[in-house]
């Protein structure tokens, strides 16, 4: 066979073993909070059909899936010699029937429904994942990255709201990274809408409400106006630009500007109660209410929850919020839900950047025995195996090199000591232990040994 | 849109609550016992690239690779009129040029050559990643399953071997679980090919061996006569078939039988000097030298192992070997390494199958407090915030609902402890905690809860 130069497909990664420690550093965290606060894991297949996955993600999305070709002769039931007038479409649906997870959402939605009868309600569940979008990649987005999402469905208890909100806060108060969280409800930007007369072109409003950090309040303007937004509903939202304050000044101002629409109201009321819960048992993270938040519109019905980095310039760490009816769709109506998701691939660029991941040594080995020759080796292995069975990551170089090489092996690992057993120490039964940062030597019993790399 | 019948792809699961206690578990001891022989983690992406991938498992395996539809308009580049003349795997090659991940080693392998300036030769890696196939789904047999492999590459020292073995054996009594190891060496079966002058014949001869357990020696002997090996060879053979004892019988008998081959001395001797090394430390496991074990041959150059349950009838748990040139076709010749891989799944139905699994509680949530509305929940969640930073993982039901459900779903959750909270006990400052097992109820402080739940 050909020699071939390897390499992985666009958009994807192979984890080292250091990067492998800052993930697992991540992923142990969030699992850890999430465990505290009493979410259960699950874990979905990477392929789930396609019926399940599309229609779910917009238009755009389902060009984003990536679908697996059907096994066997996928030809064989395909009318091929009309292929060329056929849409890509329906040529697809016939040659693939499944695809890759796009996100965890929608086959958690899928697993409820299909579990129900075996689901103890209110059901909290997290999971760890990785999804894949055949978007084009760029720094910092990727075609597989993974996603740590926590859920709390059947249950429309605005303290479901408050409990996330606090993982959230425990999650980066334990990675030591300041962060914002912002909340807003899907209900007081209905409730905008209608204010100004609108209500059917709520989606416009908020994506333009979105831009106004980014483009300007001038260009909003222009595209509100090029939306088919009447002068005078544009007007009426001309305070709301303005608004300014703390939460709580901000709240008096909704609360006011609202007064004449009922499901606004609502949002208002359902802020208070989160920001009153909080009140109650204080977070570390800055909350801060923020109406341009407009994230996953297509199916938040209450909450809208975003988290950024306080000192670094990077997109959201994770985000979330309550939808009234994710699972209606399989089935299943009226079950509300409400969850968030952190990225666990910006997470760590942002922990690498501001130099947040601690050094573990306990994550890798701690002591390397140099290797003489077959009668060291055979003195050695039963000292290796009481250290191993000490729960002491250990290792014995395979070969018997020389010297420098097997030390440039423990350098380069970082193994902080290395045990040198030659002929000498078998006679005095005493281990030669380099300490690898310091570079000082001592004569020490195998006991002694094993209460420096314990302690 | 029309409501959707949830179902997942034919041979994948999901996995619950349960089922990844149990799943965690097994990982959690097999990984810890990696890093502590000083295995590191890598992780690759879940698709390669076909031309990594395609050749690897020889024509059978290919087929069974699942393959990722190109996104955008897959067809454009394709001759759609002609579609109906060429051959299925001339258009596959045109629609799809990522595949899923099939195993863990060609991955591996990849990785090495691609990141071998990068890394510190020999170098130990583990990975515990999920793998798909696209084999016909049956009892045990999944379309998307876990593999948990640790590779020694660099070194060709019979040490690794030895290491290999006594992780083995640390895996399996970390689950209580009975196994014998089996081992075997190429070279000693391309000896027995070599001494009865059939040399280029050793696949045949060897699967024929394989095979003897399950259909016994007579058929054995049709078959290696149906594959043209001649009768005064298959009589040469017959000593190998009736060759008994134990482990250094059967050393001595093809010490003996073997003297007349190089290669065949060598494979004795390195499984000689293998079961020298445990002699010195040794293992809790049987270690049985078996012959007819010829798994991976494609492979395989020296050692190969299996292993199997005692007491319970399953294929195999493990099974591993080294491999003299896997990177060559990456362009990296003249690499050995040896390597094993636990199969997670076929472990969970043993354990499951044997009652192995240690119920855990400290994984789930330890006490749920009773939610009897507003007031009693703005005092609870001071407690519960405190509860959360000493570690105890508790919850408070979201809703303020009948208490017989709140009690049913800490029933159904299996949670430990209910602590009842109303007017009464936040009046005399203390909490009545139900003990759920057991049915008894005693008023204690909040710092008396916390030791007993610590406890």
Chains 1, 2 share one sequence.
Not at 138 to 159: T, V
Not at 308 to 324: E, M, N, Q, W
Request: glycine share 8%; proline share 4%.
């Amino acid at each position: 066979m050909a020699i071939q130069k390897p390499s992985i497909p666009k958009g994807t990664r192979d984890f080292s073993p250091k990067e492998m420690e800052g993930r697992n550093f991540i992923f142990d965290i969030i699992r850890n909070v999430f465990k505290k606060y009493g979410f259960l894991p699950i874990e979905t297949p990477a392929m789930e059909n396609l019926s399940t996955l599309m229609g779910k993600y917009g238009e755009e999305g389902d060009k984003l899936l990536f679908k697996i070709l059907n096994s066997g002769n996928y030809l064989a039931k395909l009318n091929t010699s009309g292929i060329s007038e056929m849409p890509l479409g329906s040529v697809t649906q016939q040659i693939a029937k499944r695809g890759l997870r796009y996100d965890l959402t929608v086959p958690f939605a899928r697993f409820v429904v299909q579990h129900r009868n075996e689901i103890n309600f209110p059901f909290k569940r997290y999971q760890i994942q990785p999804v894949w979008r055949a978007d084009n990649p760029q720094k910092g987005r990727y075609r597989e990255f993974f996603q740590c999402d926590a859920d709390m469905i059947g249950s429309n208890s605005l303290i479901n709201e408050f409990e996330l909100i606090k993982v959230i806060d425990e999650v980066f108060e334990d990675f030591s990274l300041p962060v914002i969280i912002k909340i807003n409800n899907r209900k007081v930007l209905a409730g905008i809408s209608e204010i100004i007369g609108e209500s059917e072109k709520i989606v416009d409003i908020t994506v333009a409400i979105d831009k106004l950090d980014k483009i300007g309040i001038k260009r909003v303007l222009e595209e509100l106006s090029a939306k088919g937004i009447s002068d005078q509903s544009i007007k009426m939202l001309q305070p709301v630009f303005e608004m300014k304050g703390n939460n709580d000044e901000k709240l008096k101002f909704l609360e006011d500007y609202l007064s004449g629409s009922e499901i606004g109201m609502e949002g208002v009321s359902e802020l208070r109660k989160v920001f009153s819960l909080i009140s109650i048992d204080p977070i570390a993270s800055e909350l801060e209410l923020d109406i341009t938040l407009a994230r996953g519109l297509n199916y938040y019905t209450g909450a809208i929850i975003e988290v950024k980095a306080k000192d670094v310039s990077i997109g959201s760490l994770c985000g979330g919020g309550r939808y009234d009816d994710l699972t209606g769709i399989f089935g299943l109506p009226d079950v509300s839900g409400v969850g968030i998701s952190f990225g666990a691939d910006r997470i760590y660029d942002v922990l690498l950047q501001t130099d947040k991941f601690p050094d573990d040594e306990k994550q890798h080995t701690q002591v390397l025995f140099v290797n003489f020759g077959d009668r060291e080796v055979n003195y050695i292995l039963p000292l290796l195996g009481k250290l191993r069975k000490e729960g002491i990551n250990s290792e014995l170089y395979p070969d018997s090199v020389k010297m420098k090489k097997q030390m440039g092996y423990a350098d380069n690992s970082n193994i902080p000591y290395v045990a040198i057993i030659g002929e000498h120490e078998i006679q005095i039964s005493e281990i030669t232990l380099k300490n690898m940062k310091s570079g000082d030597q001592q004569t020490v019993s195998f006991e002694e040994m094993l209460a420096l790399l314990k302690g």
